[in-house]
């Protein structure tokens, strides 16, 4: 079983970078979403939930999961993952810059998740079941307006996050780089991608002094395209 499952492993180039700090963040639910693509997650689970935690990665960086892999409902594997490795953020940007992708669109949805301790960065990879429209709906929101930039007490005191998200290529069919920096700088802070492939969605995230945009897309490469060989 060990040896059948090698090729889950994902080395990470976790370097300091010139900048640190980013998000399991990504959008909100919008109007666009509509109930016909929550419904079709809800009733067209093309994936179970074993097959779904067999398409996790599960070393990284030659480090095994803290955990065993979780699986259900993703309302409640998604809050788990956001809950281990996200920053807190006032409750109107709790999905925007938590969970990445939109909850609405993956309502009924089965997912899988695991976590890694990789020194002292925090790793996190999810996958989800997305048939039909609804991986496309996952993806298709925009992080709004008002939780570009948000305030939160961290140890007593007050700090200033800075949210942004970009597009990118290579990965899937589609897929998004999220980013929550203090505004002041500093090692706190964490990266995290998000990825349509057919049939599934996911996202990964690190979280850390040694986070950066470089590692995430790095561990978005190796975690799309073992999920993606599972997956087929």
Same mark, same amino acid.
């Given at each position: 079983m060990l040896d059948g499952r090698r090729r889950q492993t994902a080395i990470l180039l976790l370097m300091p970078a010139a900048v640190v700090g980013v998000s399991l963040a990504g959008c909100t639910s919008s109007s666009s979403h509509s109930a016909s693509a929550a419904l079709s997650a809800a009733k067209g689970n093309s994936f179970s939930a074993s097959k779904l935690r067999a398409a996790l990665l599960t070393r990284v960086n030659g480090v095994g999961a803290t955990s065993p892999a979780a699986s259900g409902g993703y309302a409640a594997? @998604?809050?788990?993952?956001?809950?281990? @490795?996200?920053?807190?953020?006032?409750?109107?940007?709790?999905?925007?810059?938590?969970?990445?992708?939109? @909850?609405?669109?993956?309502?009924?949805?089965?997912?899988?998740?695991?976590?890694?301790?990789?020194?002292?960065?925090?790793? @996190?990879?999810?996958?989800?079941?997305?048939?039909?429209?609804?991986?496309?709906?996952?993806?298709?929101?925009?992080?709004?307006?008002?939780?570009?930039?948000?305030?939160?007490t961290v140890d007593g005191k007050s700090v200033s996050y800075t949210v942004t998200e970009s597009s990118l290529t290579g990965i899937g069919k589609q897929a998004k780089v999220m980013n929550v920096s203090p505004a002041a700088g500093g090692p706190d802070g964490l990266w995290s991608l998000v990825y349509r492939g057919a049939g599934f969605v996911g996202a990964v995230t690190v979280a850390g002094p040694n986070a950066s945009q470089t590692a995430v897309r790095q561990l978005g490469q190796q975690a799309y395209a073992y999920a993606e060989k599972s997956l087929s």
């Amino acid at each position: 079983m060990l040896d059948g499952r090698r090729r889950q492993t994902a080395i990470l180039l976790l370097m300091p970078a010139a900048v640190v700090g980013v998000s399991l963040a990504g959008c909100t639910s919008s109007s666009s979403h509509s109930a016909s693509a929550a419904l079709s997650a809800a009733k067209g689970n093309s994936f179970s939930a074993s097959k779904l935690r067999a398409a996790l990665l599960t070393r990284v960086n030659g480090v095994g999961a803290t955990s065993p892999a979780a699986s259900g409902g993703y309302a409640a594997i @998604s809050a788990q993952a956001a809950g281990q @490795s996200a920053s807190g953020a006032p409750k109107a940007c709790a999905e925007a810059v938590q969970t990445g992708l939109d @909850s609405a669109a993956l309502a009924g949805a089965t997912a899988a998740s695991v976590t890694f301790k990789v020194g002292g960065n925090d790793v @996190s990879e999810l996958v989800a079941a997305a048939p039909g429209t609804a991986a496309a709906s996952a993806l298709a929101g925009r992080l709004p307006a008002s939780c570009a930039r948000y305030r939160e007490t961290v140890d007593g005191k007050s700090v200033s996050y800075t949210v942004t998200e970009s597009s990118l290529t290579g990965i899937g069919k589609q897929a998004k780089v999220m980013n929550v920096s203090p505004a002041a700088g500093g090692p706190d802070g964490l990266w995290s991608l998000v990825y349509r492939g057919a049939g599934f969605v996911g996202a990964v995230t690190v979280a850390g002094p040694n986070a950066s945009q470089t590692a995430v897309r790095q561990l978005g490469q190796q975690a799309y395209a073992y999920a993606e060989k599972s997956l087929s």
